[in-house]
């Protein structure tokens, strides 16, 4: 089981300014690349404080400027947001100036508030998703002109230019957050990108059960499919750490759930804290939050149902130097007992 780096450019207070964040989400790239990890992943949301990254390719080249070989995934691009056309060139001049470097995790997006902001129904989102990948992936592998004729994109003979430098694309990861979903892309043999969120942990095992089967399904397709789950993680260093940081945690889905569950109400660009129903101890036990003792058991459970890359949000709240040291203790203490 291998572990990444998710990159939540979270920034609960706007007086810190988008430099610092960036900075600091550079420095752990860094880190992540001498510790070991995995891949380093990376979200695509506007206009909000949280997952705060409108410019994912941009960020990746960066990263790749300051790394020497770790991936670097996006988690996920929003497609019905984005124009294909222009997103098959980005991605193959980010192929390019990353050194093929670059996956692509695509989905339909989450959030109501950025659909209505940037002017695009989020009731037909998946529709608009469907559509879009396959435009996006015509565009990428096909060596002659593509023209479409479809609900969302009419266009005639165009090439995208230049070529990606990975054959025939860089590698696609579906977003998929419901068994079935997942099931249906394992299927059709994408890497999956998926995340229990905040629950408990017979859930997890349902999405890794749905990748299975699809993958098998699958056939020679999904050979070779990889099933990345997301989760919130710090490994602490006592008890009293262990109750901050799963308080910072629960301030952070308390965010999340307002731009994911409601219309969202956002407030300078700052998204509120939205009252749950999942108390604070029943989301600390479902999150890979404690000693590292504490966390290698919890991890117990990824490694049984097969998971092959667990990726990690460790930026909920905390400060910069604690991130630096969760991530130095989860690489000495726990990522050898999985390997």
């Known amino acids: 089981m291998d572990f990444s780096l998710f990159l939540s450019t979270y920034m609960p207070d706007s007086a810190r300014g988008g430099k610092s964040v960036f900075n600091d989400m550079l420095e752990q790239a860094q880190l992540a690349e001498d510790l070991g990890f995995a891949s380093i992943t990376l979200p695509h949301h506007h206009l909000i404080n949280i997952l705060m990254n409108p410019a994912p390719l941009a960020t990746a080249v960066k990263i790749a400027s300051v790394t020497k070989h770790i991936p670097i995934i996006t988690s996920v691009l929003a497609l019905p947001l984005l124009d294909m056309r222009q997103l098959a060139g980005e991605i193959a001049v980010t192929d390019i100036l990353t050194d093929g470097r ?159 569950e409601t219309d969202g109400e956002v407030i300078n660009g700052e998204v509120s804290r939205k009252p749950m129903l999942q108390t604070e101890d029943e989301m600390a036990a479902n999150l890979l939050i404690g000693t590292s003792s504490e966390v290698i058991d919890k991890l117990g459970i990824y490694a049984e149902a097969g998971i092959d890359d667990i990726n990690l949000n460790m930026d909920m709240g905390a400060s910069h130097l604690e991130i630096m040291r969760s991530m130095e203790a989860l690489a000495r203490d726990i990522m050898p007992q999985f390997k």
């Open 102 to 260: 670059i996956e692509i995790g695509v989905g339909r997006g989450a959030f109501p508030y950025e659909f209505d902001r940037l002017g695009v129904d989020f009731s037909k989102s998946r529709e608009i998703f469907d559509e879009s990948l396959n435009v996006l992936i015509a565009l990428l592998t096909s060596d002659e002109e593509v023209s479409w004729d479809g609900d969302y994109y009419q266009f005639s003979s165009t090439k995208v230019q230049p070529r990606p430098i990975q054959d025939p694309m860089p590698p696609i990861w579906m977003a998929a957050l419901f068994p079935e979903s997942v099931y249906h892309c394992a299927k059709r043999g994408f890497n999956i990108q998926t995340s229990p969120l905040k629950a408990e942990a017979s859930f997890l095992k349902e999405l890794a059960d749905a990748f299975h089967r699809g993958a098998k399904d699958a056939g020679k397709a999904g050979e070779n499919s990889k099933l990345s789950m997301l989760r919130g993680c710090f490994v602490c260093d006592d008890n009293a750490d262990v109750i901050q940081k799963q308080r910072l945690a629960y301030e952070y889905y308390e965010r999340f759930s307002n731009a994911f």
